[in-house]
């Protein structure tokens, strides 16, 4: 028997006004899959990924996670049942501490109860400490240990992506959704971020589903790779068909987009 998907979306769509921004969306990632979601400008990847996280409820469609439905769920509850994603545009607690936007992110799945933190009980110190040594190791793996008392908006912006991808684990996804993780970054930056994605699916036996311009990055790590153009899909499979199929080149005419992987 096959396995069911983790994630599976059934001809999901959303409309604003009169505009169908995604329709007909068909999508399935198995457990432990680096998947690459691409597109020209406008062709809906940022609106899947809302549709995806509960900020947008789809008007056509379903998406299950594990075999639950997740349509009408708000974003927090999309978190707890395992998914987190990172923003084109970072987001993050500027005013906060690099250490506290990670810890903020960890809370939503902590195990000591609101009574125990409201009584000050053991429980709490223990949950409390247990989380920030928890937060301190996410920080580590990026490699942002050192400036962990820094404020956010501090950090120069390759490091601000980072954090972004730390705190989006802290919440224990099993899906990580990361919305354009290389933009703005140089080469060696996006070469660097390449391996960290690599390496933190393997440690956090994770399943990846990202969105990138970089086609570079997207060739170089994703198995397989779904295209959507005018908020269609039309194409899906694996790099080197992706590559070479006629339908996406036609998408891209026209798009600064250098297909050299
Ligand atoms: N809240 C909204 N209200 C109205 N239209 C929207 C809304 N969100 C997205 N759209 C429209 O839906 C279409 C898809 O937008 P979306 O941002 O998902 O594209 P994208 O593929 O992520 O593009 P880019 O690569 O430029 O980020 C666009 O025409 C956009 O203007």
Do not use: W
């Not at 769509?13 to 505009?19: E, N, P």
């Not at 501090?154 to 919305?179: S, T, W």
């Amino acid at each position: 028997m096959e396995k069911r998907p983790l994630l599976k979306v059934n001809q999901a769509g959303i409309s604003f006004g009169g505009l169908k921004a995604v329709s007909g969306f068909d999508l399935e990632i198995h457990q432990g899959e680096l998947v690459g979601l691409i597109g020209p400008n406008g062709a809906g990847k940022t609106t899947s990924f809302n549709l995806l996280t509960g900020v947008y409820v789809p008007t056509e469609g379903d998406i299950f996670l594990e075999g639950v439905r997740l349509n009408g769920l708000p974003p927090y509850q999309v978190t707890r049942k395992g998914i987190s994603r990172t923003f084109q545009n970072i987001r993050l607690f500027n005013d906060l501490s690099v250490l506290d936007n990670v810890k903020v992110a960890n809370h939503s799945r902590a195990k000591h109860s609101m009574l125990s933190s409201i009584l000050r009980l053991p429980s709490h110190f223990n949950g409390e400490k247990e989380m920030e040594d928890k937060s301190i190791e996410l920080l580590r793996i990026f490699q942002l240990e050192h400036v962990k008392d820094e404020l956010a908006k501090n950090l120069p912006y390759g490091q601000q992506r980072r954090l972004e991808i730390a705190r989006a684990l802290a919440a224990g996804p099993k899906l990580l959704l990361l919305d354009e993780p290389a933009a703005g970054m140089n080469p060696q930056e996006t070469h660097d971020l390449m391996e960290l994605i690599r390496f933190i699916r393997e440690k956090f036996d994770l399943t990846i589903l990202l969105i990138e311009h970089d086609m570079n990055l997207v060739m170089g790590i994703c198995e397989r790779i779904y295209v959507l153009d005018h908020g269609q899909l039309i194409a899906e499979g694996l790099p080197e068909e992706i590559r070479s199929n006629p339908k996406v080149i036609e998408a891209y005419l026209g798009e600064e987009v250098s297909s050299d992987a």
